[in-house]
């Protein structure tokens, strides 16, 4: 009789052992997943902060729209970004408008002895806060490429919703 008792008692053991080891497993693998989700978070701030002081150091900081000037090789497709600052002790809504031509139903930048780039860009408006700093991506195909290196040069408009105050910067992409 004593035999039948410990051999049923043990099958119990395990299993409760093994719903223990179940549960310190699970809350281990969601403790990694949390430092791992906001280990990300933060490069992601890091990057978008190191961004912006690139950005102030090649902009005034008086200037309410900036681009820095860009460089890409020949047959890339790269995404920079446009720079809104809001000197204004308010909230304010922009936008941003490229000077563009028409390339084969799509816009872009063409020069005579270089050939022509397609340019897409974010077109709706931001919400800035007072004092802040924003970024509008851009996206650049330097596909038709036919003499490097090459500079295409333009211009974009940031305007100010509700507001006629438009400011406006140059753009150069440098293609190599």
Do not use: H
Request: proline share 3%.
């Amino acid at each position: 009789m004593k035999q039948i008792k410990k051999s049923q008692g043990l099958p119990i053991n395990i299993v409760v052992m093994m719903i223990i080891g179940i549960i310190i497993f699970s809350l281990g693998l969601s403790l990694f997943s949390k430092f791992s989700s906001s280990g990300e978070e933060q490069i992601s701030d890091l990057t978008n902060n190191i961004k912006k002081d690139i950005a102030n150091l090649e902009c005034n900081s008086n200037d309410w729209i900036c681009l820095p000037s860009y460089k890409m090789k020949n047959g890339e497709t790269k995404t920079f970004e446009v720079f809104i600052v809001n000197n204004d002790n308010s909230n304010k809504e922009f936008s941003i408008n490229l000077d563009l031509v028409p390339i084969d139903n799509k816009m872009g930048l063409t020069k005579t002895e270089c050939g022509s780039i397609i340019v897409g860009y974010y077109k709706d408006s931001v919400n800035v806060a007072s004092g802040s700093t924003t970024s509008i991506p851009f996206q650049v195909i330097a596909s038709r490429i036919t003499k490097t290196p090459c500079s295409f040069v333009t211009s974009a408009t940031l305007n100010t919703i509700g507001i006629g105050d438009d400011q406006k910067t140059s753009v150069i992409i440098r293609v190599e």
